[in-house]
């Protein structure tokens, strides 16, 4: 039974697994969660954790409108948390005089949001304050991408200033490589100069994420883990299969790079660690990441904590991570498959099919006692598919840029 005492809270972006870990999380601890997306098939609305679904226009088409029908919906439902689960917390900072101000929200200010989310701009602020970060280039000339790309060597990164997933993201092993890629994604994503991708050094390594919460850019709670397997080959894109690990170096580079952006509410980084041990930030996102499942299924409640944080309430009780805690994504590895196949790395997809990870103890997106999201998660994903005439990554105007 929901506990009376607890405001109802507001969950958006219901159609990925991390809005339904938080819907679960928050149901177990007695709040009665509301769920908005656009999508009709939305995995999280299908949950018996899921107190009621609102059908909200897509952020990135229609910004103000998204806006004004969340808080429709919370006035309605009698939610007074909002969690938006997506890049729509920059949708509601860029509104925020829309937002009620007896709505609450922990979330960054727009500057910092503006910083973190921009993969050049955070990198000297970081460093600045002693978080690694790669070797980066910005591009303003074209006469200048063969001259940049050498000092930075072979293979490279060439990446969107603001991306999704591994969307506007590519590695490079050549100079003809190089000019083919950069103009493929200016003409792809119509980037004006001023942003045009930028190229990264590429760290060789083991690949690590991690997710917590800040709280005025002082205080966190945060759990690391590492990729296994991710949908892309060679750990590219989004990961299916990771185990928690201890690195307290990371929590130390992270906690640096927070603290210089001054953050507030939830985030998730993407590390790379090189042949030394260097954990170096290759990307923030303000936002949950699509595995924090992980933390929760391995003793960290990490919804709870953003919930109370946006109650005001940043007096957090301590928490551990339980270390060697795997799950698995499993539609993610599923695709992960076709992917792999498609790329004609077969030894990956038989990995996928069958190697390690079978003794992953919980998965992201299907929980026994609560099948349905797993279901319509799938239909979904074959919706968007067709929508998208057979793209495994179908991308929306305005979320690269």
Known sequence: MPDQGLPAAFVTFG??????????ALSARGVTVHVGDS?????????????SYTRLPNFFLSPAAYVEEVVRAMRTKGAKVLLPCSEDIEVVLRHRDLVPSDIALAAPELENWN????????????????CPVPNSARITDIRELGDAAERLGYPL????????????????????????????LIDEYELPVARWPI??????????????VFANGEFARDGVYEILRAKGTGLFGTSTYRITVYRPDIQKAAYRAMAALKWHGIFNLDWLCDSTGTPYL??????????????YEAGLDL?????KLALGQSDLPEATVEPRVATKWLLGEMLATVEHAVAGDFRGAGRVLFGRGASASAFDDLVWRDPAPFLFQM???????????????????????
Not at 15 to 24: D, E, I, L
Not at 40 to 51: D, E, G, N, P
Not at 159 to 183: P, Q, W
Not at 303 to 307: E, G, L, M, R
């Open 15 to 24: 159609w990925c697994r991390s809005a339904y870990t938080v819907c679960r």
């Open 39 to 51: 999508s009709r098939l939305a995995m999280t609305r299908f949950s018996r954790h899921c107190s």
């Open 115 to 130: 910083i973190a989310e921009d993969k050049f701009e955070y990198l000297e602020r970081v460093s600045r304050n002693g």
């Open 157 to 184: 990164i060439i990446k969107v200033r603001n991306g999704n997933g591994s969307r506007g993201v590519a590695i490079v092993y050549s100079k003809e490589m190089l000019h083919r890629t950069f103009d493929r």
């Open 199 to 212: 190229l990264q050094q590429k760290i060789i390594g083991k690949k690590y994420q991690m997710d917590g």
């Open 282 to 295: 290759i990307d923030i996102n303000g936002r949950l990441g699509g595995a924090v499942s992980i933390l």
């Open 303 to 307: 919804p709870w904590f953003w919930y």
């Open 379 to 401: 239909v979904d994903y074959v919706a968007k598919f067709v929508g998208s005439k057979g793209s495994l990554r179908p991308t929306v105007k305005g979320m690269v840029r």
